[in-house]
């Protein structure tokens, strides 16, 4: 079973930095994709970026390219989420999961979600 736990969250201010980490148990870590999702109450779960298994090949969500950045590291079964010139959009709970089959940036494509983080923009 897989169980990924996410961290690094906080309160940052405007144009400021965060890096979430995604930590995965088991040994099949190495072996499938892991995605980056967004909440805020509401609204549903937004695509942020995935990762293939390899770390090869990365999308983004167009509110994001340029300024986030998707990495893994298999030896550590962790993902990380590096987050730069944050804005108070980008406030929002984030979740990790792992990829399954189907279009990247949809939600029903992943399972095994983790508990999320809150980001937290101050202006």
């Known amino acids: 079973q897989v169980q990924l736990v996410e961290s690094g969250g906080g309160l940052v201010q405007a144009g400021g930095s965060l890096r979430l980490s995604c930590a995965a148990s088991?040994?099949?870590?190495?072996?499938?994709?892991v995605g980056w999702f967004r909440q805020t109450p509401g609204k549903e779960r937004e695509f942020v970026a995935t990762i293939n298994w390899s770390g090869g090949s990365t999308y983004y969500a167009d509110s994001v390219k340029g300024r986030f950045t998707i990495s893994r590291d298999n030896a550590k079964n962790t993902v990380y989420l590096q987050m730069n010139s944050l804005k108070p959009e980008d406030t929002a709970v984030y979740y990790c999961?792992?990829?399954?089959?189907?279009?990247?940036?949809?939600?029903?494509?992943?399972?095994?979600w983790g508990q999320g983080t809150q980001v937290t923009l101050s202006s």
């Open positions: 088991g040994r099949t870590f190495s072996t499938y994709g």
């Open positions: 999961c792992r990829r399954l089959i189907g279009s990247y940036y949809l939600s029903a494509s992943y399972d095994s």
